[in-house]
């Protein structure tokens, strides 16, 4: 409470009565120490321990920490929430490169947050003495805010570099009460609605209290928050369309897949042959994971007869991952359909990652660090096919890793007429972490998005069937070779997410930028003297 109270001043001297008190900044001493808390509260809401409820206090402290600030105490304070947060979240970055990717990546994404809590704290100084009124300040302004949070994590999954859309508000959501909400809004939208709840609690344990002519009592706006949140979460579920099912059998051959694991060639291959149930029965469509297949099967007859010896004994065409090159050596990440007469179809990966699968401005970062760009001798180029192939009599949609964190392409797969997504990972260079977890629930929320169920097969794990509601309807084991055989429910129609999300989300973002502008004091000097010109 003493943060609270701190939080705010009296306005002295206005003239008009209704203006309520003043946004004030928190003493460095006190903010400080809060946007600690709130990053590392950001951090425990994801995966491992994936507590998704501390995303709610750890938005609180974070607007609090920026709030009223002046906007370089509100950067460093910004960085310092990001820091906190981005540090043991991707602590998984350094798994085996060391502590320079992790840290490099860790901090400059902790920039983003320094930039949006620049804008949120100009909010709540700016647009509060444009809106001076109570409603305004506990309705309005937290849409502003929300709006600005939304457009920094959109902003930072989408620059540079296709940018890194880990960590947004949304994605701690994934098994939490907003979940429903993606199929209406999207990751993003999901992200602006808990920020807009936050705020506005926020500003009822703030504003109305300082009022002038509020006489609204601790419980009364208690009350009114937990109206707020009810009446958000009161909307039901996108009624999901099925029509059938297909039986998959997803493998997960838990073979040496990693970068450094120093495979032979063909023992990946092998493995998850091995573990392919050869003998089930009813199988409709056979998934392997990111590059089991290792080599492209036009160019080398092992890796075609082992495909064939699978698909003619199962009697149902596969779906499995290689690095394919073409004749003027342009290396892709492919996703390919076999059957008994061979390729079919594939699906080039269209959002390699930086500095993983390809180095972006190689000739720039070999000089900083000349030892670890090394590393990376290939470079793999995005992919221009659509991501939905036809197999087994279906339409489905094909996810190559970190394919399923883009929005766009999530988008892309719902507008193409997917009826399933295959979500193919290798999460082998990430063994014994959480980086495996978090993309699964990113996965999960992908499938609540597009009202499709999503198969997740990893080479390792985490491996899960997912239905359009997000619920885990088959698993397999981290780290064990077996596959897992499931009736698929087979989605038709479309969510509004899928329809229209991204536009609103975009509208809502520039929108709330475009406020803060107008309410920007030099605007407001410009309009004084034009008048007194004229």
Same mark, same amino acid.
Request: charged share 15%.
């Given at each position: 409470?003493a943060? &609270? ?10 003239? @008009?009565?209704?203006?309520a008190?003043?946004?004030?900044a928190l003493? &460095?001493?006190? *903010?400080?120490? &809060?946007a600690?808390?709130g990053g ?6 994801f995966p491992?321990?994936?507590?998704w409820?501390l995303?709610y206090?750890?938005t609180?402290c974070?607007?609090?920490a ?5 906007? /370089?105490r509100?950067?460093w304070l ?5 820091a906190?947060? $981005?540090?043991?979240a ?5 798994r =085996?490169?060391?502590?320079v990717? $992790?840290?490099a990546l *860790?901090?400059v994404?902790?920039a983003?947050?320094a930039?949006?809590s620049v804008?949120?704290a100009?909010?709540?100084r700016w647009?509060? /003495?444009v809106?001076?009124a109570?409603?305004?300040?506990v309705w ?7 709006g600005?949070?939304t457009?920094r994590?959109w902003f ?5 570099y296709?940018g890194?859309?880990w960590?947004?508000v ?10 429903? +909400?993606?199929?209406?809004v999207?990751? +993003?939208?999901?992200s ?6 936050? *705020?506005?609690?926020?500003s &009822?344990?703030i504003?109305?209290?300082h ?7 601790a419980?009364?706006?208690?009350a %009114?928050a937990?109206?707020l949140?009810?009446v958000?979460l ?6 999901t369309? !099925?029509?059938g099912?297909i039986r998959v059998e997803?493998?997960?051959?838990n073979?040496p897949a990693?970068?450094?694991d120093?495979?032979q ?9 091995a573990?392919? @149930?050869?003998?089930?029965e009813?199988?409709?469509l056979v998934? $392997?994971?990111?590059a089991a297949?290792?080599?492209?099967p036009?160019?080398f007859p ?5 495909l @064939?010896s699978?698909?003619?004994?199962i009697?149902a065409p ?11 050596g ?11 007469d061979g ?5 080039d990966?269209?959002r390699?990652v930086?500095f ?5 401005? /190689? $000739?720039f970062f070999?000089?900083l660090?000349?030892?670890?760009i090394?590393?990376l001798q290939?470079? =793999?180029t995005?992919?221009t096919?659509p991501?939905?192939l ?8 094909i996810a ?5 964190v ?11 007429g ?8 290798n999460?082998?260079d990430?063994s014994?972490?959480?980086?495996? +977890?978090q993309?699964?629930e !990113? ?11 999503l198969?997740?097969?990893s080479t390792?794990?985490?491996s899960?069937v997912? @239905?359009?509601?997000g /619920?885990t309807?088959d698993? !397999? ?5 077996t ?9 038709t129609?479309t969510t ?8 609103v989300t975009l509208l809502?973002?520039l ?11 030099? %605007? ?5 003297s034009?008048r007194?010109t004229s």
């Amino acid at each position: 409470m003493a943060v &609270l109270e701190a939080a705010v001043r009296p306005q002295v001297g206005r003239p @008009d009565p209704v203006r309520a008190a003043e946004f004030a900044a928190l003493p &460095l001493r006190t *903010a400080f120490p &809060l946007a600690v808390v709130g990053g590392l509260l950001f951090a425990l809401a994801f995966p491992s321990p994936g507590w998704w409820f501390l995303a709610y206090p750890a938005t609180a402290c974070m607007l609090l920490a920026s709030m009223g600030q002046r906007a /370089r105490r509100a950067a460093w304070l910004g960085y310092v929430a990001g820091a906190a947060f $981005w540090l043991p979240a991707i602590s998984w970055a350094g798994r =085996y490169l060391g502590p320079v990717p $992790w840290l490099a990546l *860790a901090l400059v994404e902790a920039a983003y947050f320094a930039l949006g809590s620049v804008a949120i704290a100009l909010a709540y100084r700016w647009v509060a /003495r444009v809106l001076p009124a109570t409603a305004w300040r506990v309705w309005g302004l937290p849409a502003v805010v929300a709006g600005l949070w939304t457009g920094r994590e959109w902003f930072s999954g989408s620059w540079p570099y296709e940018g890194f859309a880990w960590g947004r508000v949304g994605l701690s959501q994934s098994q939490g009460p907003f979940t429903h +909400l993606a199929a209406y809004v999207g990751v +993003l939208g999901v992200s602006f609605l808990v920020v807009y709840c936050v *705020a506005v609690v926020v500003s &009822l344990a703030i504003v109305v209290p300082h009022a002038p002519g509020t006489v609204l009592r601790a419980p009364v706006r208690v009350a %009114t928050a937990g109206l707020l949140v009810a009446v958000v979460l009161a909307v039901p579920a996108w009624p999901t369309r !099925i029509d059938g099912s297909i039986r998959v059998e997803a493998v997960q051959g838990n073979g040496p897949a990693g970068y450094f694991d120093r495979a032979q060639p063909g023992e990946v291959l092998s493995a998850q042959v091995a573990a392919t @149930d050869v003998g089930a029965e009813g199988v409709d469509l056979v998934v $392997w994971p990111e590059a089991a297949a290792e080599a492209d099967p036009r160019r080398f007859p092992a890796v075609a007869g082992a495909l @064939d010896s699978v698909v003619d004994t199962i009697g149902a065409p596969l779906v499995a991952g290689a690095i394919t090159q073409t004749p003027s050596g342009v290396l892709h990440n492919t996703s390919f359909v076999w059957t008994r007469d061979g390729w079919q179809s594939s699906y080039d990966k269209k959002r390699p990652v930086p500095f993983g699968e390809y180095v972006p401005d /190689r $000739w720039f970062f070999s000089k900083l660090a000349p030892s670890l760009i090394g590393l990376l001798q290939r470079d =793999y180029t995005p992919g221009t096919k659509p991501n939905v192939l036809d197999v087994a009599g279906i339409r489905a949609g094909i996810a190559v890793c970190f394919d399923i964190v883009d929005d766009g392409l999530t988008a892309d797969m719902a507008r193409g007429g997917a009826q399933v997504i295959l979500a193919q990972t290798n999460n082998a260079d990430f063994s014994g972490t959480d980086e495996n +977890l978090q993309q699964l629930e !990113i996965a999960r929320l992908r499938a609540v998005e597009t009202g499709r169920a999503l198969v997740n097969i990893s080479t390792v794990g985490a491996s899960q069937v997912i @239905d359009p509601t997000g /619920r885990t309807i088959d698993r !397999i084991p981290e780290y064990t070779a077996t596959s897992m055989i499931t009736d698929v429910p087979l989605g038709t129609g479309t969510t509004p997410a899928t329809v229209v999300s991204g536009s609103v989300t975009l509208l809502v973002s520039l929108g709330s930028l475009l406020v803060l502008l107008a309410c920007a004091p030099w %605007t407001r000097r410009s309009r004084r003297s034009a008048r007194r010109t004229s």
